[in-house]
């Protein structure tokens, strides 16, 4: 199939640092790092500090501007603070910077220290943003990869090995496992490829 050159397969046109095979590798990585950080053993809790009321107008699926007050603080002697609100919601703050916020919904979202950022749903589903080089990797529970890429071009890989790929001019290709390439209408995109790409949420 004759291509233009700014078309050619998808492991030569991305820039090194964005690659989705450097994403890969690095999201295991930080995986690990993220995950020790986040498990630490905890020194005793301190008597909790007198409630503070305070609302918020949640922007969650666990309700639109949806009003919670603040029902319970509790500070750490390490310096963790975590915060229980009366619509479910969790937020703990970390020491080193980390935000985790969890929702009555099932959704996880973490603010880590360097600009990361992780959703995770109840569903299984994982969207993962690396600051670093402007890329969300959305992780389904299939085994399913999106990556949206800071050129806006978006990939995904199925795990038998197929890709598709939309590219910033809306040209659409699909790569089959065997190599073979051809592009194909929008129409013919699998549904999660045309999902909007992921946000940084609260």
């Not at 909790?48 to 603080?73: C, F, I, K, V």
């Not at 939309?166 to 051809?182: N, S």
């Amino acid at each position: 199939l004759a291509t233009p050159s700014a078309h050619q397969a998808t492991g030569a046109m991305q820039p090194k640092a964005v690659s989705s095979n450097h994403l890969h590798s690095t999201s295991q990585q930080i995986g690990k790092q993220h995950r020790t950080e986040l498990n630490a053993k905890q020194p005793a809790v301190l008597p909790p500090h007198s409630l503070q009321r305070a609302t918020y107008m949640s922007s969650s699926a666990d309700g639109p501007n949806r009003p919670a007050e603040l029902a319970q603080e509790v500070r750490h002697a390490d310096g963790k603070v975590e915060r229980y609100y009366t619509n479910g919601r969790k937020s703990v703050e970390f020491s080193n910077g980390t935000r985790k916020v969890s929702h009555a919904d099932g959704l996880t979202i973490i603010h880590f220290a360097n600009g990361d950022i992780k959703r995770q749903y109840a569903d299984g589903r994982i969207d993962y943003f690396y600051s670093e080089v402007g890329t969300w990797h959305t992780t389904h529970h299939n085994g399913l990869e999106v990556f949206y890429f800071p050129t806006g071009q978006i990939e995904a890989h199925h795990p038998g090995g197929l890709k598709e790929i939309i590219f910033v001019d809306g040209l659409v290709r699909r790569v089959l496992p065997d190599g073979t390439e051809e592009n194909i209408p929008p129409h013919m995109l699998s549904d999660a490829v045309r999902q909007p790409k992921p946000n940084a949420g609260c």
